[in-house]
T-cell receptor
């Protein structure tokens, strides 16, 4: 059974800092891993989907890496801005290699202070 | 539509009543997922559809919960005889097929009073 954890649970940084969010998963037989952000009272916004064959995926100031062998993924946010304040969730598939559903971590609540 | 659409956005119901939550996935997406997020909690998987079939119903919390999908498109999550512990945000997501990027709707906030 897939289990996903995220550290830190919360993070507060001044604007402009680079930061790293961590995600760990127990079942490394995954096809992909996805990062989302969730603003208060809102749904989830997809940030990056990284395939198991990839090591990194980049979108703007975001860079996600995936190390299946160690069961880890990181989300790097460069030059953070107050608008980046949100909860960041990672999700890994469960249900053999083809993952029929995503298992979500508890999230990292990020506050970027102006 | 351009994104996943859920309705209603908010629903207040009395304990014991039945409710129906609707999800319109992105056109052409064959995979559809329902999740539940209770206040301050993480996302809990409920059910997954591939086309109109639900190969994985393992997450449905009780037999009061059921879901269907018709025409490979719209899905309805039905909760019978609602209880206060059913209060949560119900989120729907769709993806082109299994193992592709999932896109979420804005959710339905259900409050059982």
């Amino acid at each position: 059974k897939q289990e996903v954890t995220q550290i830190p649970a919360a993070l507060s940084v001044p604007e402009g800092e680079n930061l790293v969010l961590n995600c760990s998963f127990t079942d490394s037989a995954i096809y992909n891993l996805q990062w989302f952000r969730q603003d208060p009272g809102k749904g989830l916004t997809s940030l990056l989907l990284i395939q198991s064959s990839q090591r990194e995926q980049t979108s703007g100031r975001l860079n996600a890496s995936l190390d299946k062998s160690s069961g880890r993924s990181t989300l790097y946010i460069a030059a953070s801005q107050p608008g980046d304040s949100a909860t960041y969730l990672c999700a890994a598939p469960e249900g053999d290699n083809y993952g029929q559903n995503f298992v979500f971590g508890p999230g990292t609540r990020l506050s970027v202070l102006p | 539509g351009a994104g996943v659409s859920q309705s209603p956005s908010n629903k207040v119901t009395e304990k014991g009543k039945d409710v129906e939550l609707r999800c319109d996935p992105i056109s052409g997406h064959t995979a559809l997922y329902w999740y539940r997020q209770s206040l301050g909690q993480g996302l809990e998987f409920l059910i997954y559809f591939q086309g109109n079939s639900a190969p994985d119903k393992s997450g449905l919390p009780s037999d009061r919960f059921s879901a269907e999908r018709t025409g490979g498109s719209v899905s309805t999550l039905t909760i019978q005889r609602t209880q206060q512990e059913d209060s949560a945000v119900y989120l729907c997501a769709s993806s082109w097929r299994q193992n592709t990027e999932a896109f979420f709707g804005q959710g339905t906030r259900l409050t059982v009073v």
